[in-house]
């Protein structure tokens, strides 16, 4: 909802309030039509900019309540915006203010400054500087979701149960929260039961001191990785722990991940797409 405020108040409470209240009046005054040409397409799409935001808003509010259903919905409505934002910018760059620069003088365009001036003022203070930084926020907020938010979570689950390597995960506190592929053949088999336990009781006792030895490493950020490969029932099997960590180094938990490497062993030489990718 911090990028619908943002659009909301800065795009078009203060950018699009700075040319509607003082260029396109002294431009109509300066002889250019307001309802055909340049300012009559620059409204239009203020208008329809306006329309767009009031559904992302409500789209916005949906989702954040727990509607999972409005999230095709707020994307589409989001793609929308950014593809009438991209024309408009372009228009205003190229059309609309190298014609203003052409047919209103110093002393007018110094007054649109005062008047652009003025209308942040009585926003607040630092006006600029507050969506500027609201802007590099909602950056930094987006980068931690990168594109995994664009997925439907039953999408995303698809994926990692589809990625030939089992993942499993316990949080900072040592308990299993998470495993792939819950459905189907294993390497190692878990349940649900598992779901809350101790890592410590899903090992045999007399390795639990190297398990919590590595953990420790891990929180500490002595080790960043630790891993084992075994013999089990002809294949062989490559187990990987990392530390899992945010974007500002806090420790969340440790990922493991577990594959079948027999057939990868077995590589030689080359097999590209072109010659014959499609089999196996």
Known sequence: MKLVRYLGDYVDRCHNQKEEQHLFPRLVRAGMPRDAGPLAVMLDEHERARQILARLG????????????????????FTAYASLCKDHFWKESDVLYPAAKRMLSGEEAAA???????????????????????????????????????????????????????????DHEDRVRYFSHEHGEKIFGRTRGAIGTAVQNCHPQKSVHLVNRILADFRSGNRDLAEFWIDMGG??????????????????????????????QRLSGERRLLDGGEQG
């Open 235 to 264: 294949r062989k099997v490559h187990i990987r722990y990392c530390p899992v960590r945010s974007g500002d180094g806090r420790y969340l938990g440790t990922l493991e991940t577990v594959q079948d490497v027999t057939a990868i």
């Open 112 to 170: 649109i400054v005062e008047g652009i001036d003025a209308l942040e003022a009585a926003i607040g203070d630092g006006t600029r500087e507050r969506y500027y930084r609201m802007a590099q926020e909602i950056v930094d907020e987006g980068e931690l979701r990168d594109l995994a938010f664009g997925l439907d979570r039953d999408v995303l689950a698809a994926i990692l149960n589809t990625l030939p390597v089992e993942l499993s995960f316990i």
């Open 58 to 77: 409500s789209l916005g509010r949906a989702f954040a309540a727990g509607d999972a259903a409005a999230l095709p919905d707020l994307r589409d409505a």
